[in-house]
C-alpha cells in the first residue's frame, strides 16, 4: 500500500513530531477555594480540593506556580450569617476575596490573579444578581458587579471574571475599572455559561445553589450554539479581554465556533462535575484518572481553548513534567 497513515503513528518520535495539538503547564489555570480562619474543609465531591484557609491558599498556589501553572482563579466561601440580599460583603475591601488577593500577590508576585464577579457567594439568595420580587434584576445587579470588580482590582487582582451572564455587566466592569485607574486589569468573560447540570460539587463547595427557582433565566440554554455568538459580539464590543466557554467537555462544538469568530484568547472551564466524574470513576477502578484528565484537557485544546481552567491543573502539570 503506498498510503499507510501508520506510518506517522509507528514510534513515539514520529508520533511526537507529528502532533497536532500540545498541553503544556503554562496553558493552565487552578480553581481555588478560600475561606475564613486557619486550615482547610474537605469538599466531599472533589477529592483532592478544599475550602482553604489563605495561608493555605498561597501554599496551594506556591505549588501550582512551581509545577509551572501561570493562574489561580479564586472563589470565596463565606459563612451563611455574612450573607445578604444584595452580597454587601462583596465590595468591601477587607472583605475575603480582597485580602486573599493581597496575600497572594505579596507572597507570590509573578502568579496571576483572577477573581470571580458574581454575587451568588455572597447573596442570602444564591443568585448571580439581585432578586427583587422572585426575579433576578438585571439592571439592578450592574452597578454591584462594577464595584465588586474594583474592589478586587484595587486589592490586586490581575484579571476580574465576571461569571454571573447578566446582560451588559463587561461594559458596566469596564466603565468602572477605568474610571477608577485600573485601565490595566483584564476582563476574563463567562462569555458562553451555560445552565448546566455538571456545577454540583463547585456549588457544594461554596454553598451557593439558589434558595428558590434557578439560573435558567440568565444562564444559557443548553440547547443554544448560535446564541454563543451573540454572547460572544456582546462580550467583545463592552470590552472584554478574554472569553471563556463554560462547562467545557459537553461543550466542544461551542468551543470550536467561537474560536473560529474571535481573536480574542478562548478559555473552557473544565467544571467541578467533569473533575467529580473522573475522580469518582477512577475510585471504583474504572477509569484511570490521569490519563481521562489528560485526554480530557487536550480535546479542550484541540476544539480551540487556549487557556484551560481546571481543579485538574497540579495534576496536569506533574503528569507534564514527569514528576
Given at each position: 500500500m503506498r498510503v499507510?497513515?501508520?506510518?506517522n503513528r509507528a514510534?513515539?518520535?514520529i508520533r511526537e513530531l507529528v502532533r497536532e495539538t500540545r498541553l503544556v503547564p503554562s496553558d493552565l489555570v487552578l480553581p481555588l477555594f478560600v475561606q475564613e480562619g486557619e486550615g482547610e474543609t474537605p469538599i466531599a465531591s472533589m477529592p483532592g480540593h478544599a475550602r482553604l484557609s489563605i495561608d493555605r491558599l498561597v501554599h496551594r498556589s506556591r505549588e501550582a506556580l512551581g509545577l509551572g501553572v501561570p493562574a489561580v482563579a479564586l472563589f470565596p466561601a463565606l459563612a451563611e450569617e455574612l450573607k445578604d440580599p444584595r452580597g454587601s460583603q462583596s465590595t468591601k475591601p477587607d472583605g475575603l476575596l480582597p485580602r486573599a488577593v493581597r496575600a497572594l500577590k505579596r507572597e507570590l508576585p509573578e502568579l496571576l490573579v483572577l477573581t470571580d464577579v458574581a454575587l451568588d457567594p455572597y447573596?442570602?439568595?444564591?443568585?448571580?444578581g439581585v432578586v427583587i420580587g422572585g426575579r433576578i434584576d438585571n439592571d439592578e445587579t450592574l452597578p454591584l458587579l462594577a464595584a465588586m470588580a474594583v474592589a478586587q482590582a484595587e486589592?490586586?487582582?490581575d484579571l476580574v471574571a465576571?461569571?454571573?451572564?447578566m446582560?451588559?455587566?463587561?461594559g458596566a466592569i469596564r466603565d468602572a475599572l477605568d474610571r477608577a485607574g485600573f485601565g490595566e486589569v483584564g476582563i476574563c468573560s463567562y462569555c458562553c455559561k451555560y445552565a448546566s447540570a455538571f456545577y454540583g460539587p463547585f456549588r457544594e463547595a461554596l454553598d451557593s445553589a439558589p434558595r428558590a427557582g434557578d439560573k435558567k433565566t440568565y444562564q444559557m440554554d443548553p440547547g443554544n450554539a448560535r446564541e454563543a455568538l451573540r454572547e460572544l459580539a456582546l462580550d467583545e464590543a463592552e470590552g472584554a479581554d478574554w472569553?471563556?466557554?463554560k462547562p467545557g467537555l459537553p461543550y466542544l462544538d461551542v468551543v470550536r465556533a467561537v474560536r473560529e469568530h474571535t481573536s480574542l484568547p478562548v478559555a473552557a472551564y473544565h467544571v467541578s462535575g467533569e473533575y467529580?466524574?473522573?475522580r469518582a470513576a477512577a475510585a471504583n477502578g474504572w477509569l484511570d484518572y490521569e490519563a481521562c484528565l489528560m485526554e480530557s484537557l487536550l480535546a479542550l485544546r484541540r476544539a480551540g481553548a487556549d487557556i484551560l481552567f481546571t481543579y485538574g491543573a497540579i495534576d496536569a502539570a506533574r503528569i507534564l513534567r514527569g514528576r
Open positions: 499507510r497513515p501508520r506510518r514510534r513515539p518520535a447573596s442570602s439568595d444564591g443568585h448571580d486589592a490586586g487582582a465576571p461569571s454571573d451572564m446582560d451588559g455587566r463587561v472569553v471563556m466557554v467529580a466524574m473522573l
